[in-house]
């Protein structure tokens, strides 16, 4: 018994309650740095070194290759090397593989590595013209409607009333795409990552014999970063169950940031609440990682949220003090790039690897701007989860397209209307599409270099096509070939689960964190606020959080600081960005003209009809009802109710505000 003690050596109070509590259900809420990865592989192996598991009968789950594989070795080096660690996909997997030919008598089928080519095949069946981007919104959506139980024929009435949109596609013609995404699978013989999952939930659904064959095989569960289980998943797990409640939960409802994506935050709130209220709630609060002055910062991002995240844990860094979290704005985007690039040298001189520094921001295409800025201090960078501005495929077809234009002489005299023109053969517009996902990412990348020609325009009247081509490439020569042993440029999505020495959490305005294709629902604005959260999580001792007020040099300054800073700006900060708030939403105790918002809901149904598309893509009930209270007389007076952003003000501002004037 006391080799078994020992590996409890070492583990803080609550890790120590995690470890010994063996028997189930627990749910632990790991906070951000907290040791969580510690406190299941030592519960694992302390109930393997006390009797009470049995190696082989213990299957731990998790999200990534990555998170299995650094589990089974900790396990390994505890004296448990014969638990099985796995992600959902390779634990359902194996046993698909192995009860197949039972069940159906053949052998089973070949996986897809990719859905692309067969979701391009099943857009051209049904009629929709699809480029690379939409092509992958409407693989994404494909994974989106399996995992979440949505069948096809159920998809458009679902994506509506979930809000869901993929591009400019109608929801009925989604639908259609997936419907004929299965019979094409069906046709080849084929099946996907999702089906692995499905078929293994039929064969213990349907199978008797077989679920309970699965059920003595293993009788212990733990399951990593359960706030990212999505309902597929869940639903597997209940079946390996099979009503027994011998599983342990983690997870930390303030980094569930892929809902977007499948993942439920209410399964990981529902353990405890709905479906096993009896379970005790362990919290890991001790976080390992920060200095106070992170932690501090870190917890005030939900402080007095209310009852939507009871769930998270208050941290309490075991560091100590470090720097003050770094609050900095900035007159311009460039301004602001160039300041981090020089902070990252002056660190690296202080003795900082450059590989534990990160400059994190909300989307792909704002990378541009760091990489240039880097890349002209010649210090190294590496982009995770991205590709370079210039090797982006949109990015590298519109170079050529430009500079195509160029040498054949051709140009109006006006640059941007020249750019606009060469662009428009990529389907390129100055009204952004609505929602996101590659199609936005793509038109972010499209615009960003429409935005380049303008600023060269200002700063070189007499600029043409072929300035612009030579800017773009001295761009692309200043951002040099990214290094495995430098910066890491990085979203925030594709941070979640690193930490650095140094975090740069960039471009913190409104309009961008929270991103403007997300503000006209709450749900997705508090997604945006975990986004940050995970974001100034991942520093250990330096971090700063800076804006800037207008996207180039020179421009007007109308950006403000991102609402999520509003509790942790210092005074001298705070008074001086005197932000206009906008009209926070829901109200529902809002007093509004009801027959106004008759009105413009009717004119909405117009708009949506002539569009083709929800009504809730326009302007939500919400939306409308503030401005049927504050009556807006002006752009920017509309400007300030939530869910009114500049692409939409431009689109339909003007009839909004003809209706109000009329009223």
């Known amino acids: 018994m006391s080799d078994a003690d020992d590996l409890l050596n070492g583990l803080d109070p609550e890790q120590r309650e995690v470890a010994t509590t063996l028997r189930g259900p627990v749910c632990v809420i790991a906070g951000a740095g907290t040791g969580k990865t510690r406190a299941l592989t030592h519960r694992i192996a302390y109930g393997t070194a006390t009797g009470v598991y049995k190696p082989t009968e213990v299957l731990a789950v998790t999200f990534t290759v990555k998170a299995a594989g650094e589990m089974r070795e900790r396990l390994r080096t505890l004296g448990a090397g014969g638990v099985q660690a796995r992600t959902f996909h390779s634990a359902a997997l194996r046993q ?12 089973f089928p070949q996986i897809l590595e990719s859905k692309f080519a067969f979701v391009a095949e099943a857009a051209r069946q049904v009629g929709v013209r699809a480029d690379q981007a939409l092509l992958r919104d409407l693989s994404a959506e494909v994974e989106w409607a399996k995992v979440s139980n949505v069948r096809p024929d159920d998809y458009g009435a679902e994506a509506v009333r979930r809000q869901r949109t993929v591009g400019d596609i109608d929801p009925g013609e989604v639908g259609a795409v997936l419907r004929a995404y299965e019979q094409v699978k069906r046709d080849r013989g084929r099946i996907d990552m999702e089906d692995i999952l499905l078929i293994t939930a039929a064969i213990l659904a349907d199978e008797q014999a077989i679920a309970a064959e699965v059920r003595r095989q293993y009788r212990w569960f733990v399951v990593d ?21 011998e599983v342990c939960v983690v997870g930390d409802p303030r980094q569930t940031i892929y809902t977007f994506a499948g993942a439920s935050a209410t399964i990981l709130g529902d353990f405890t609440t709905r479906r096993f209220p009896d379970a005790p709630r362990i919290e890991l609060v001790r976080n390992y990682r920060s200095t106070p002055q992170i932690v501090a910062a870190a917890n005030e991002v939900f402080a007095g ?63 541009e701007v760091y990489e240039e800025a880097l890349g002209r201090l010649q210090v190294p960078y590496s982009l995770r989860g991205g590709t370079g501005f210039f090797q982006r495929p949109e990015v590298r077809q519109a170079v050529t397209l430009l500079r195509g234009s160029a040498h054949a002489g051709e140009g109006s005299g006006s640059l941007a209307d020249d750019v606009r023109a060469v662009l428009a053969a990529m389907d390129y517009s100055e009204t952004p599409p609505e929602g996101r996902g590659a199609v936005r990412d793509r038109w972010e990348s499209l615009q960003a270099i ?19 081509v030579a800017d773009l490439d001295r761009r692309a020569d200043q951002a040099h070939a990214p290094s495995t042993d430098g910066v890491t440029l990085s979203t925030f999505h594709a941070a979640k689960g690193l930490e650095w020495d140094a975090v740069f959490v960039a471009g913190a305005q409104e309009g961008t964190l929270p991103y403007v294709a997300t503000m006209d629902e709450p749900a997705a604005i508090e997604e945006e606020r975990r986004l940050f959260y995970v974001g100034i999580t991942r520093a250990r001792r330096h971090l700063m959080v800076s804006w800037s007020a207008a996207r180039k040099a020179g421009g007007q300054a109308r950006r403000k600081p991102s609402r ?43 708009i949506s009809q002539e569009e083709s598309k929800p009504a809730f893509t326009v302007f939500n009930d919400a939306t409308l009802k503030a401005i049927a209270a504050i009556r807006p007389s002006s752009g920017d007076q509309l400007l300030q109710v939530s869910g009114v952003g500049q692409s939409k003000l431009e689109k339909y501002g003007d009839g909004v505000l003809a209706i109000v004037a009329d009223s």
């Open 305 to 367: 949220r209310g009852p939507s995240v009871t769930l998270g844990v208050r941290l309490q860094s075991q560091n100590s003090p470090g720097p003050a979290v770094d609050y900095r704005p900035f007159a311009d985007e460039p301004a602001e790039a160039d300041a981090i690039a020089d902070r990252i040298v002056a660190l690296h001189r202080q003795g900082v690897p450059y590989r534990e520094m990160a400059v994190l921001y909300r989307i792909n295409a704002q990378s």
């Open 225 to 245: 970063e359960f706030q990212d289980v999505n309902p597929l998943q869940s639903t597997l797990l209940d079946l390996w169950l099979g009503g027994r409640d």
């Open 450 to 468: 429409h935005t380049m020609a303008v600023d060269l325009a200002q700063e070189q009247p007499q600029a043409d096509l072929a300035a612009l």
């Open 564 to 606: 999520f800073l509003d509790r942790l700006l210092p005074e001298d900060v705070q008074v001086s960005r005197a932000p206009k708030r906008k009209v926070r939403l829901p109200q529902p105790d809002l007093d509004y003209d009801e027959a106004l918002f008759e009105r413009l809901r009717a004119w909405r149904k117009e």
């Open 96 to 107: 698909a593989r192995y009860f197949w030919p039972r069940v159906y008598g053949t052998e």
